[in-house]
């Protein structure tokens, strides 16, 4: 059994960093993902990470947000910098069932099987 907690959401200025984590059991080689959801807007993909392919993001986040793994612990990170108050959002992480090549588009939703409850990011301009 697949089990997602993230952790690290806050509230931060403008400019300012936070770390989100993002806690897992049961997972080997699937693909996991970072997702984004604001008040009345679709949940968005933000990051997605795989062994073989790498890392992949979303063009509102390229440069400033990376996604890394510690797989000795199963944790999924996202490093988010220069934060801005568009990125204000309930973050998500996302576990699917396959590694990531198994899919065709791995960054939908529809894909992902498992996710944590969220954690809320608060940028203030």
């Known amino acids: 059994q697949v089990e997602v907690k993230e952790s690290g959401g806050g509230s931060v200025q403008a400019g300012g960093s936070l770390r989100l984590s993002c806690a897992s059991s049961g997972v080997r080689r699937n693909c996991m993902s970072w997702f984004r959801q604001s008040p009345g807007k679709e949940r968005e993909g933000v990051a997605i990470?795989?062994?073989?392919?790498?890392?992949n993001y979303a063009d509102s986040v390229k440069g400033r947000f990376t996604i890394s793994k510690d797989n000795a612990k199963n944790t999924l990170f996202l490093q988010m910098t220069s934060l801005k108050p568009e990125d204000t959002a309930m973050y998500y992480c996302a576990v699917a069932r396959r590694p990531c090549d198994f899919y065709t588009r791995a960054m939908s939703e529809t894909v992902y099987n498992y996710w944590g409850q969220g954690t809320q990011v608060t940028v203030s301009s």
């Open positions: 990470i795989d062994s073989d392919l790498g890392t």
